[in-house]
């Protein structure tokens, strides 16, 4: 009898301690949520309704596609990214594989190094890309000295392409040496013991269960592509790539509609990119980028 | 290493890939302490290329310092409470929250710049003040701060503790700031490198929202960039180097927020928090 009063007493004192916290929590709560709508979801909003009460009305989201300047624009960015997303996501699976699954002397160092330019922000990359391919550029030198020409793409898409593999390589390879540290190697001695070649085992087996890493680490590197600005804006203004359409569109034509129109256009695809990309790959991803 | 050469092949081909991220590095901070690198080092060593960037650039360095312990300030006071609030609570307003706070990482920062431009630039002084440029920082650093407190609270059973100070008497504000707060500290430490790394190099919100009165340090490079010679600007890379490596030696050390060690629950995949900058 004692002991069953007890238990009533504890589950009636945790109930009523959750019922007397929530104010508590709300005023937690309140301050960040304040900060939130004003600086951002009103912010957002009001883009939004800009976009469609210029001049054109709501015909500036249809100028979007209408527009060719705007269309191959947009079209050029996704195309510039998806390239990119699946460069990287290549090169990483190889080296990120290798590194999580051998023990060498030097691997450690080769991991930092891999990672070290985590924290660049655009510009210095595009900088970085300027170092190896502009005018004064390291491939710019060797092809020089191999051919008799000077090998110069940074100020292009082509250095914008470069750019971004150099961005996006130090965080896909981290989420998927985190992944491929997880995987169960008694699948693999499975596949193995069965006669599966190193090839065969990669494919059907490693690849498979590396999916939700992918999934995850491309749609971040094809949200930040899509959205990069600093690097296009180190290797040359007239990159016709979405985010420089829109700072030309608002610094130098001050078309504020379309500017808006076209950022909104922009964030709602990062935005889709990243959710159905947390939806395929399950819970697992962080919605970073 | 059953076959060498598959072996050797990735080695090669992993040490391409350093080499291709980290030649330029090195290139930068040569060429940034070269008399002239058209010339090549040959042409002599010296500091004046960083002595100008002082000179020139001096003002970003203290601007970009101060905004990013402002914004690690605000992160701290507005993030750990969050944080709290979305670990006790999983309701369809807590979900509803949290995407809210989370929902910056997946805009890109001009769109967010432009629409705070335009709501927020009519007030001129809250405009041409740096404060405007710390509230995008804030935004955009917020989650990762959330994230990184929200993995420790996950990790650990607060909830046993919480109701052992509550069933002693401890109320509220008593339990959030011995009991809470205290516990997370290597949630608040790693959050904390992060949104002074992310803050510190956050350059695509602030390009819209500088003003030529306050430029921060990756403004004045891209300035630099453009409009000086290439020294100039390699010596001012190798400067924001020099702040910003600590820093990621620091994250690589504290980045991974340790978990409690009583009553460990399985962690959640979801809650892994990397430094992701999206410039």
Redesign the interface.
Known sequence: MPTVRFGACLGHFEASMKNRELPFLVLLALPVVIVALAFFLLPLVRLAMIAGSGEDGLSAYLAVITTPRYFESLIATTLLSAGVTFTTLAISAVSGLFLERNSFPGRDLLVSLLTFPLAFPGVVVGFMVIMLAGRQGLIGEITKFLTGDKLVFAYSMAGLFVGYIYFSIPRVILTIMAAAEKLDPALEEAARSLGASPWRVTRDVILPALKPAFIASGAIAFATAMGAFGTAFTLATNIDVLPMTIYTEFTLRANIAMAAALSIVLGVITWLALTVSRSMAGSTVAAAG | ?R?TR??YG??A???L??S??????I??VM?GITEN??KGIGSGVTLKWVWQVWDLYADTIFLSMLIAIACLACTI???V??A??LS??QGPVARA?EE?????????????A???I???GGYRDFRASWVFIL?GH??YT???MM?SVLAVLSSADFRTLE?GA??LGAG??RR?FDIVIPNCRSGILAGSLMVV??S?????IT??LHTPENKTL?VG??DS??SMR?EV??AY?VV?LVM?VP??IA??KWGQPRKMRAKMREDS???????????
């Open positions: 290493m076959n598959y072996f990735q080695l081909f992993t040490i890939v350093c291709f991220l980290i030649v330029p590095v290139m930068s060429a690198f058209f006071a507005l993030g409470p969050a709290y609030v006790k609570r929250i809210l706070l989370t929902l910056p990482l997946a805009v890109p920062g001009l769109a967010i432009l629409a705070l335009v709501t927020y509230v804030v935004l917020l989650p990762f994230r109701e509550a069933s509220f504000w959030f790394t992310l510190m190099g956050e350059f695509n390009w819209m990756p490079l891209a960039y453009a290439l600007g390699s890379t924001f910003i820093l990621l994250l690589q995949p979801e809650l892994q928090t990397e430094p992701v900058s999206k410039d």
